[in-house]
């Protein structure tokens, strides 16, 4: 069974940090791109950032480039964000995917919940 964990979202004040983790298990890991997006409520879900199947490679939505990185560990199946400098804008749920090289299949976690208060 595919799934795709997300963890690591709660509270942080406004200037805080906090570290989302995406646990991947049920395919080769190492063969997909990893994307994090987020949707807050009443709008549609927005990329945040990805990173490539070797790790070598990062894209990063301006809202948060300078804020967020972006890493995983192969050989773990485990891709984290770390985001710095939380903004009120940035509450959201935030959900990882999974992209095969081809574009398909992808894969979607269940999401988890980052609020951030000013």
């Known amino acids: 069974e595919v799934q795709l964990v997300e963890s690591g979202g709660g509270l942080a004040q406004a200037g805080g940090s906090l570290r989302l983790s995406c646990a991947a298990s049920?395919?080769?890991?190492?063969?997909?791109?990893i994307g994090w997006y987020r949707q807050a409520p009443g709008k549609e879900r927005e990329f945040v950032a990805s990173?490539?199947?070797?790790?070598?490679?990062?894209t990063f939505a301006d809202s948060v480039r300078g804020r967020f990185t972006i890493s995983r560990d192969n050989s773990r199946d485990t891709v984290y964000l770390q985001m710095n400098g939380l903004k009120p804008e940035d509450t959201a749920v935030y959900y990882c995917?999974?992209?095969?090289?081809?574009?398909?299949?992808?894969?979607w976690g269940q999401g988890t919940q980052v609020t951030v208060s000013s």
């Open positions: 995917k999974g992209i095969s090289l081809g574009g398909s299949p992808y894969y």
């Open positions: 990173i490539s199947s070797a790790g070598g490679a990062t």
């Open positions: 049920g395919f080769t890991f190492r063969d997909y791109v």
